[in-house]
């Protein structure tokens, strides 16, 4: 690989790729265009990429005069607010770092982002103050700037702020620095299964380039809607607020919500005519569920990208039902997040309709930006077969490469001449016409006699029968094939001592080869899970290590 | 204006911004796309993206082999062609500029350019030769690679290569360097009616950051069939086959063709299934003609940008007739060229049909990555109202910073802290949407009275009489109101001697106020032009300064 400098180019080079401009064309051409957010009396608060602007100035400006200064790690703790989007230009507007504090980690995780990240100041949201409180005494923090709707409520917290305070007292004609476009924007921390999170700082050059991908890839228009279901700390909510506001979208923020009350997401879905969303299987299974146990029949218009695994088929056929189009996207916290979004390419036309539905299943392909690699144990390429499975290796304008002063970074790259590629460590195969489809945690993949067993498949085949609440399949070490699969099964109340080991082998030998099925199916109760709700696998692969010896 | 260095970012941003990667990216996901080029022959060459980047790798291992280095000029003097598309990729793609050579400009301009730019090669396709061999005395370029379709032909021209020859003894394997992403990929002069032509190089990172901006500013898709109709010579040829190749849509070159005779480009646009191009008033006007003369009526389905001059109304009426939706987009050479394009916003719904087609005229508002200013004649900045004139300021990612070695530079920009502001020389107003409307040249706009009068409105107005071929209204000094305009109208030969001065002036009636009418209008048989075919104001100017001073 060389590296080459050409002949003087006489553009603006030196402007730079920085967020702020985003909110502040929007105000400038679409003024009016509508930001909807609820508040946490359910109430709908309403105003616009003007005033939106024109707050973000404001508060910019307090922060400045509090103390805030260009690098600090600002951390914020919050649902998916209008404050939360407001923060995301207003941090990094000033030259800060966003730092997205994930609710759902345990507290020591969180405290140990906050110290890591040596975050300054904190934003926290009211209803979050408990768990604020707890964390306090183990960082060190010097400030907190508390999000309430109304009145500041009464807390333990020292050196305390309120952030409509600050709006108010800001300068609405607050001029934002030109910020270096390799500065960090926002900064994320990865849920490993082990060890302490892994920190992501993400350039606003890095950002600003995907939101331009996100934006062409979505197809943004100014008569869309979108509604932010992603939890904006888990990998900048998957960014698309940002291309949605370059877009000049209306904007619905539903504030907190959860998965086993998903009624109010759909009201607000329908009354505000929402046309763009994202999310994940985990949101989208019980809001088909949600749908159907309805009366009438919603008719939406929305398309969806669908994250973190696999859609079920029933899912994306019975989203469809209600005008949900749901489109597989994929991508990780070290790569901003997108990498690639499944369409069907022209000369894919002639597929069967089940076909297409398969097709649909996998990953896509990479948009312009990102390039990835199918490699080996030894980091050479593997053919684009639909059938070889390697390990999927990443680069590009919005990948992470390296983590923020962890010695981890060394095993997750790999050097190619002055680029490297990320270790994405997700188990994929590639087919011919360039689709991703991810089979497994590279770590979950099961060698048996030389040959790979994906986890994942099995699981989501388990599942698929009837009886079958949830799955979980892993490697165990065996004297003969090196590993065998191990499968745990919960069943659902109903089937309980109805269901027979056999019967679920037989289910499975529909679509899979004999050496492929596990040698053994063990009934739970439950299946043990990580902080941020997966399954263990690394628990139960030690628990069971010997299972295959004895 | 401060300038603020935050916090490391994580995220590889020594990853550059590179041309190449978007033919990689489509040969390797979209590689049976087709690629179709009208030759000489009038055959109908096809291959796909596939072939063409490996023909690309194949040519600029030969160039370098042949002594090309990066930070070369190479010029290129061609029609629309694949070859000359592959030229886009082969030369920026080894670290060289694309110098594009406008072959409509004198051949003593074409010669300032290829000197002034030192371009150390130029690729002719065959039957520019004599041209090439007029310029070649007095130039300093060392080789010439001639595009033919079959043999090479005689040449006068010395140090020749063949184009095919070089693609076919070149290394398919050849590998890319990685460019410094500040490098120049191509250049272009802008011929101004004044001076010697003044020199743009795009930087690489410019080039694709505008590649985004106009992917999803047409929103082109996998389905789509692009057009090059603009010369490629010109501005990038508007740049669209950038994007089209990152879209994976299938790109059609109607090689050489004439606005005289425009039925082969309505054929194979009908024949291809064309359905994005760009082009101008000058080709769209006699394509409507063409259309309308024949008996049959074409049905196509095209969303063509439309630039250069403001689309005449039934020129866009008529031929969305046929399918095709004419879309004012706004640029200059300066520019790369897309500032702004023409749609409709929320919150418009509501204007009649009219109204609405008044809207469609304007050159509509900035893409995200380009700034605009209206300012009066010291640089301070008029309200968007929608009447103030003011010239509009111009600055962003892909606007130029300055002329190549080129003394006026120091005229055409302002500085505004480390930033600085193009001056268009384009008097606009911008409405309080933000819609801008140029109104005229600046320096072209006439000052009566403390007042602004704009020529190009009277000559639209003029032209759209049904005896007048040909109108230009130019502001002349006058003793009382500084400037009075003075109007040369070209008459219709079916129409000589039978229209008057005053019934032009009662048509001119119906729009304008009484002090915006010119105090004199003058048949004349022709109206005097520059190089490129516009009306020579200057020459206008110069000999009638002292009309009205007698």
């Known amino acids: 690989m060389r590296y080459v400098k050409g002949f003087t180019a006489t553009t603006m080079d030196d402007y730079q790729l920085n967020l702020i401009n985003i909110l502040k064309r929007a105000a400038t051409y679409f003024p009016d265009r509508e930001i909807v957010s609820r508040l946490h009396s359910g109430e709908l608060l309403r105003y616009n990429y003007r005033e939106a602007y024109e707050r973000v100035r404001r508060l910019a400006s307090s922060l400045e005069r509090i103390g805030i200064n260009p690098a600090d790690r600002v951390g914020v703790l919050s649902w998916n607010t209008h404050r939360f989007y407001e923060l995301f230009f207003a941090i990094p507007g000033m030259g800060a770092v966003l730092l997205e504090m994930n609710l759902r980690l345990h507290p020591n995780e969180i405290v140990y982002v906050a110290n890591h990240s040596k975050a300054k100041a904190i934003f926290v949201d009211e209803t979050l103050l408990p768990l604020a409180e707890a964390i306090a ?324 085949y388990l599942v698929a029968h009837p009886a079958v609440l949830e799955a979980c399949v892993v490697g165990i070490p065996h004297p003969k094939w090196e590993e065998r699969p191990l499968a745990f099964v919960v069943v659902k109340e109903e089937f309980r001592g109805k269901v027979t080991k056999e019967e679920l082998l037989d289910h499975l030998r529909q679509r899979f080869a004999k050496w492929q099925l596990p040698d053994e199916i063990l009934f739970v109760d439950e299946i043990p899970k990580t902080s941020v709700g997966k399954a263990s696998k690394r628990t139960l692969r030690e628990q069971y290590k010997d299972f295959y010896m004895q």
């Open 137 to 460: 005494p183990h960082i060190k923090a010097e400030k907190y700037i508390i999000m309430a709707d109304g009145d500041l409520p009464e807390t333990k917290l020292e050196n305390v702020y309120s952030y409509e305070d600050l709006v108010n007292e800001g300068d609405p004609d607050y001029e934002f620095p030109v910020v270096d476009e390799r500065s960090a924007g926002t900064a994320c921390y990865t849920s490993g299964t082990t060890g302490n999170p892994k920190g992501v700082y993400y350039s606003q050059r890095a950002l600003v380039l995907h939101s331009l991908a996100e934006l062409h890839a979505i197809g943004i228009k100014p008569e869309d809607v979108y509604m932010q279901l992603v939890p904006m700390f888990h990998a900048n909510g998957w960014g698309l607020f940002y291309p949605a506001t370059i877009g000049g979208a209306k904007l619905v923020f539903p504030g907190r919500y959860g998965v086993d009350n998903l009624g109010p997401v759909v009201e607000l879905m329908e009354s505000e005519g929402v046309t763009v969303t994202a999310g994940a299987p985990a949101i989208f299974l019980p809001m088909l569920n949600y749908l159907q146990s309805l009366d009438r029949k919603p008719k939406l218009n929305v398309r969806a990208w669908s994250g973190a695994t696999e859609p079920p088929l029933a899912m994306m056929k019975g989203l469809l039902e209600f005008g949900i189009e749901v489109i597989h996207a994929y991508g990780a916290t070290e790569t901003t997040p997108l990498v690639c979004y499944n369409f069907l390419k022209p000369g894919l036309e002639n597929l069967s309709e089940e076909e297409k539905w398969e097709m649909r299943r996998k990953q896509g392909i990479p948009v312009f930006g990102v390039e990835v690699m199918l490699a080996d144990e030894n980091g050479n390429p593997l053919p684009w077969d639909g059938k070889s499975i390697g390990e999927l290796y990443i680069r590009g304008h919005w990948v992470t490469g390296s983590y923020y002063n962890d010695p981890r970074t060394i095993d997750s790259f790999v050097e190619d001449g002055f680029l490297r590629w990320w270790k994405s460590g997700d188990a994929a195969t590639i087919d011919e016409h360039g689709y991703i489809k991810i089979v497994d945690r590279f770590k979950d993949l099961i060698k048996s006699g030389g040959e790979w067993i994906s986890s994942v498949d099995l699981e989501n």
